[in-house]
């Protein structure tokens, strides 16, 4: 017996047999008109529409030996929209002072980053961001979306071919959305919300998504599942909540402090590199790289964002993250998040404080987690204003430090907070040539000063252009 | 949508006349001429059997009644779907056919061989696309075929008729089909 399924309820079955002729009807010169319902509404309306059906399932279009193309042959039969969108940034930067890494344990990947001259790599140009997302929508219940990046071409010391994100939503409700693939981290709302460049202000993301929510390269993302919602509270209000559970890959690879030391640079002053030393852990998160074997193990980590749009252009978000971070998956990190957002007539006000607190062996193993860890506080905080549509100025300050509390003294702690801190101040100026055709183009100019403890200091202009499309 | 078509069995010949009903309509569903060509209330399909010809007359019996059966089930672009079937005489009549009942498709029956020629001029003058389940049907001039292959249903059609018919299929229908140009 042959069967097919349609809607689900809708199940026809073949018998098999033939049916018993019909009486032949009249010669065509002779046929009556196609009977019709004498009122359209008077028939039932049926179960589904035949559109509904997958057709390459029907076919059975799946790939055999020999056949023309991949397997995507086979997904021609869904009725699927699909959209494709990129991001854009090209930087210009010139920068004066020491070149290197102002955080005191940043790891230096290329000798590069150790010459304290202006002759390497004080200006250049920067494809800061370049990617492409494909995302697609089925039977306004399903939405893959697949992204791929090429960022910071023109600083070899950070180009990285990468996939940023990649992930399928299904929409249960408005409500409720499970997400499951490789996933932005709800961790504040740069993070998700307003990494690429296109959608700040800003030239330059945060120091809090560098060092503390390592964004440097591309968005935190984990893979794992998540689910996720809006629900309205009536006007302009909104309760949003994003929770999941995640292989916590993202983790330190490199040593603290390790890296090659540059001929002629002194070993272990203020961080710098020092060849082969350093522990496997406490590290600066934004040298953490992803997926190592730990992440096979039961224990995974998890997380949440909850925000509160109390009003119309008014976001409060709080956020959490806990998991492993080293890679014999033995120390644990924990990252807490406070974001707001004020967006009313011309003004344009965000900030997050983020605080990190990473798991080391020291000393006082015995006294738990708090006098056992590196805490990373930092925070920023951005105002912006649109002057007209076209011209929107704004000024940026942030700052990450860390301190290490195995240390036994807490008046040191404070002296860590001090020596460790990388404070910088932004003032820049966004352009939008065309604010109303193009809203997601913008050209931006800016003037960084960073400092470290008040003695290192950098100064640096960057341009950039920003497109979303 | 629960269930997928089986494959079926070997040596199983011709495409059943459930199996063609479904595809039949959903191969109408990727026409974006259906609105345009179909302005009443409901979709008609008619199907066309060769006079005197009993194997002709049993396709088109047994067609008709599944097709009855899947449109008392489902739509096609939101609109129910009425069968009727006709015996072919000659083109003129065929013609007068066509006019009267204005059909969104013409399915032709198996034994209408000899007539093809005339099917075919008839529908590409009134701009009616035809199917069939006979697939050296589609070769020598009708729109499309529903047809069995490796054990496969397949759809199979001619494009360069179809334009001819009127009949303008989604790309989503044509990277399934096999072209016939």
Known sequence: ?469 | MAGLLSALPAGAGELSAEVRSVLLLRVLAYDRGLPARATGPGIPILLLEAAGDSASRAECAQFETALTQLGGKVTVAGRPVHVARAVFTDAAALGKALDTHKPAVLYVCVGMGPHLADVAGVTRQRRIPSATGQQPYVAAGLGFGLVEKDNRPRVVVNLPVCRAEGADFDAALLTLAEIIR
Do not use: C
């Not at chain 1, 560098?210 to 309205?232: A, D, F, K, M, N």
């Not at chain 1, 007209?388 to 700052?399: I, K, S, V």
């Open chain 1, 1 to 469: 017996m042959l069967s097919l399924g349609l809607a689900p309820g809708l199940l026809l079955a073949a018998d098999g047999d033939v049916t018993t002729p019909a009486p032949a009807p009249a010669p065509v010169a002779e046929a009556a008109p196609l009977p019709a319902p004498a009122n359209v509404t008077d028939v039932p309306a049926p179960a589904a529409d035949i559109g509904a059906l997958d057709l390459g399932q029907l076919l059975g279009t799946g790939l055999r030996a020999g056949d023309l193309g991949s397997f995507g042959m086979s997904l021609g039969g869904q009725k699927a929209t699909v959209e494709f969108h990129g991001f854009l940034t090209l930087d210009f930067n010139e920068r004066w002072g020491d070149l290197a890494n102002l955080a005191p344990d940043r790891v230096r990947r290329t000798p590069a980053r150790d010459l304290g001259n202006t002759l390497v790599g004080a200006t250049y140009f920067d494809l800061g961001q370049a990617g492409l997302v494909a995302r697609g929508g089925i039977a306004d219940r399903v939405f893959p979306e697949l992204a791929f990046s090429f960022n910071h071409t023109g600083d070899n010391d950070l180009e990285e071919l990468e996939v940023p994100w990649a992930f399928v939503d299904f929409r249960v409700m408005d409500w409720l959305v499970l997400r499951a693939g490789y996933i932005p981290v709800p961790l504040g709302a740069v993070n998700e919300y307003h990494w690429a460049d296109f959608l700040r202000p800003t030239a330059s993301l945060p120091l809090t998504n560098i060092h503390l929510i390592p964004g440097e390269l591309q968005p935190w993302s984990e893979v794992g599942v998540q689910v996720r919602g809006r629900v309205p509270l009536g006007g302009e209000r909104s309760f949003s909540y994003a929770a999941y559970v995640v292989n916590g890959g993202l983790s330190q690879v490199l040593p603290a402090n390790a890296g090659e030391a540059a001929e002629g640079a002194e070993a272990g002053e203020g961080g710098e590199a020092v060849a082969g030393s350093g522990p496997l852990e406490g590290g600066d998160p934004a040298d953490f790289e992803g997926e190592y074997t730990f992440t096979k193990v039961a224990d995974k980590a998890f997380g949440g964002r909850a925000s509160l749009v109390a009003a119309r252009g008014v976001e409060l978000g709080l956020s959490g993250y806990t998991g492993h971070y080293t890679v014999d998956g033995r120390r644990r990190i924990l990252v807490l998040d406070a974001d707001v957002g004020l967006e009313f007539s011309q003004v344009t006000l965000r900030g997050e404080a983020v605080l990190v607190q990473q798991e080391i062996s020291g000393a006082l193993v015995d006294k738990g987690p708090l006098l056992n860890s590196v805490f990373r506080p930092g925070a920023y905080v951005l105002f912006a204003y649109a002057l007209t549509p076209r011209l929107e100025p704004y000024a940026q300050w942030d700052f990450v430090t860390r301190v290490d509390t195995t240390t036994q003294d807490a008046g040191e702690w404070f002296t860590q907070v001090l020596e460790g801190a990388v404070v910088r101040s932004i003032i820049g100026v966004a352009v939008r040539p065309l604010p109303i055709q193009v809203p997601r183009t913008l050209v931006k100019a800016e003037a960084l000063v960073t400092t470290l403890h008040g003695e290192r200091t950098e100064l640096a202009i960057r341009a950039q252009v920003a497109t979303g499309f």
